[in-house]
């Protein structure tokens, strides 16, 4: 399920910008499709421009009946009445999907290990440290199992000790999730602490689920803002 609002707040109608020969949108779609993990994919929008892009090219798409305040939400309104067990949610913004990492998070679930997990998600070490202070990079701490234990736009985790060296993982927005975990999401109201954030993993986490974060060490570029749009130019040229 690939989320996608037209009206982003920070870069509107971002997913309709023309990223090479196809809007990034498309991008998402196609690079998610090609990896050959899913039984069917299908962009969740909530505006006919969005759901036009993909159908008239072959995809397949859902309109949202509703308004949501996020992607999960939009995800579980269409995934309520499908038989499926693991919803992997792949944000429209970040276009370059690998096959191997989403692979590796759908391992989270499997064998006996896999069974404690609700949902799980994707981390990556910061090798450029002016980004941990950048708001738009959402940052998570783990513990030493890589459950999360926090998320947040701030730095963590905070350098107090400066004679060690922290790890900063910075959370890449895709997410799988078990079906009821997802629908448990969607009846629960926003926390306070994701309201202040902005985050809604965060509401997991005030209800005591935790998410397996699972590392990828692959390059993405993700769509935040119109800068961010230039280096997705750059990095479609190089690959």
């Not at 890589?146 to 701030?154: K, P």
């Amino acid at each position: 399920m690939i989320p996608a609002r037209y009206a982003a707040t920070r870069f509107p109608y971002k997913l309709m910008q023309m990223l090479g020969d196809k809007t990034v949108i498309r991008h998402t779609f196609d690079n998610t499709q090609a990896t050959g993990l899913f039984d069917d994919v299908f962009v969740v929008t909530d505006h006919p421009i969005i759901y036009d892009e993909i159908v008239s090219n072959g995809g397949k798409a859902i309109m949202s009946l509703h308004e949501h305040e996020s992607g999960s939400d939009r995800i579980a309104e269409a995934v309520c009445k499908m038989n499926v067990d693991i919803v992997l949610n792949v944000q429209g913004d970040e276009p370059f999907v690998h096959r191997e990492t989403l692979k590796n998070l759908l391992a989270a679930f499997e064998g006996e290990d896999g069974k404690l997990v609700e949902v799980a998600s994707l981390m990556k070490k910061f090798t450029d440290i002016k980004l941990v202070h950048d708001p738009n990079y959402v940052k998570v701490m783990v513990d030493k199992d890589n459950w999360s234990l926090l998320f947040s736009r701030s730095v963590i985790p905070y350098q107090r000790d400066l004679h060690l060296t922290p790890v900063y993982f910075e959370h890449v927005g895709v997410y799988a999730f078990r079906k009821n975990a997802l629908l448990k999401f969607t009846s629960w109201p926003v926390s306070n602490i994701e309201a202040i954030e902005k985050l809604e993993q965060l509401r997991y986490l005030d209800h005591g689920i935790r998410l397996k974060m699972v590392e990828t060490f692959e390059t993405t570029v993700k769509i935040d803002v119109p800068e961010d749009l230039e280096k997705a130019r750059l990095y479609l040229q190089n690959h």
